[in-house]
């Protein structure tokens, strides 16, 4: 579980703590433009949070984590790539849209995720994994908004995006090989198993 959110905290912090940098001085956005774009990233990310018991009731915790991790992946490239995609008077549209999608998706694993790594570890292990898992997790969010910002202050607003999508497709790869098939606490199959 350790290394699994340490690759995600590296690739994020690539851009997550800079997007607002990247969205201001390569999409050219207003204030205002950006503003909006995070509050609507920030509703859709309480509906998906509303949505979460849903997905994981139809499609148990190990593949809701993967597939809203996978989904998400597609959309942080288009971000980063908007600006080749997009003409100037819509790049800021495309890339507030895939922000929205990428923020709202890759949040829904969250909660599923938490279920089921408190699910696998001993009660006595928690706190001991709980607490490394944010050492590492604000080390390499450290390391990687370096990285991000030198590669930004370069002019280089491309290669974050690729950076944070190939270490969010690891993490993901990594995760599914490691638990396919182990069961979730709020699995439908386990739900039903502790009624009987």
């Not at 590296?10 to 509050?39: K, P, T």
């Not at 309480?46 to 991790?69: K, M, Q, S």
């Not at 790049?91 to 709202?104: D, M, N």
């Not at 590492?136 to 002019?155: E, I, P, R, T």
Request: proline share 5%; aromatic share 14%.
């Amino acid at each position: 579980f350790v290394v699994i959110g340490a690759l995600l905290s590296l690739g994020g912090g690539f851009v997550l703590r800079l997007a607002n940098v990247f969205f201001h001085y390569d999409l050219h956005a207003q204030e205002h433009q950006i503003g909006m774009v995070f509050a609507a990233g920030s509703v859709f990310l309480a509906i998906g949070a509303f949505a979460v018991p849903l997905v994981v009731d139809r499609w148990g915790e190990v593949a809701t984590i993967v597939w809203t991790r996978f989904a998400a992946v597609p959309f942080i490239l288009l971000i980063g790539y908007a600006p080749e995609l997009a003409t100037p008077e819509t790049v800021v549209s495309l890339a507030g849209l895939a922000w929205v999608l990428r923020t709202t998706l890759f949040n829904m694993s969250g909660p599923a995720f938490e279920a089921f790594s408190m699910g696998q570890l001993h009660p006595t292990e928690r706190a001991t994994y709980i607490g490394i898992s944010h050492l590492f997790g604000s080390a390499m969010v450290a390391v990687g908004g370096y990285l991000g910002a030198v590669l930004m202050d370069s002019g280089d607003f491309r290669t974050p995006f690729l950076v944070m999508a190939v270490l969010y497709a690891i993490s993901t790869a990594l995760f599914m090989r490691w638990f396919k098939g182990a069961p979730g606490l709020s699995d439908p199959s386990s739900l039903r198993e502790s009624v009987r």
